[in-house]
């Protein structure tokens, strides 16, 4: 079911199931919705991260990706949605520092949604570029109850 408009108690409920999720612990990363309805990710610097030439492995940035286009076109919809397709673009090497992803919805229909995404460095340095496309399904989000 789609939502026409995104409201602040459906942004507050994806960030009580994020804040929940196996994964924020992991990563350390943490949600808030900007003023224009945005996802945005906060993902500290974090050695553990880093490949063997002391950057920050692509997989963590892809995975930033995916949360702020996920995170930013699910606040549009009452059931469950899936990434169906992900594209990244690796601009910069980064190394040792916060990284921010932000989203950005695109198109919002029935049975997909697609967003881009874009990942900063705290200077603003533009690190990597994203779009996804992501399925609408027919599996209804249960009420949080938390972890």
């Known amino acids: 079911m789609l ?20 994964i924020k612990k992991v990563y350390g990363m943490t949600l808030s919705y900007s003023s224009s309805n945005e996802a945005v990710f906060d993902l500290p610097y974090n050695p553990n991260f880093d490949h063997a030439l002391d950057a920050i492995h692509g997989g963590v940035v892809l995975t930033l990706l995916d949360n702020a286009g996920w995170f930013t076109v699910a606040q549009f919809y009452d059931v469950w949605i899936s990434t169906a397709d992900l594209h990244a673009q690796f601009l910069e090497p980064v190394a040792q520092t916060h990284l921010q992803g932000v989203g950005h919805v695109t198109r919002v229909g029935k049975r997909l949604a697609h967003a881009t995404m874009d990942i900063k460095t705290p200077e603003g340095k533009l690190v990597a570029r994203g779009s996804g496309t992501f399925a609408v399904s027919s599996l209804q989000l249960p009420p949080f109850k938390g972890r």
């Open 3 to 22: 939502h026409k408009e995104p409201s602040g108690e459906k942004q507050n409920t994806l960030i009580r199931y994020f804040n929940s999720a196996p």
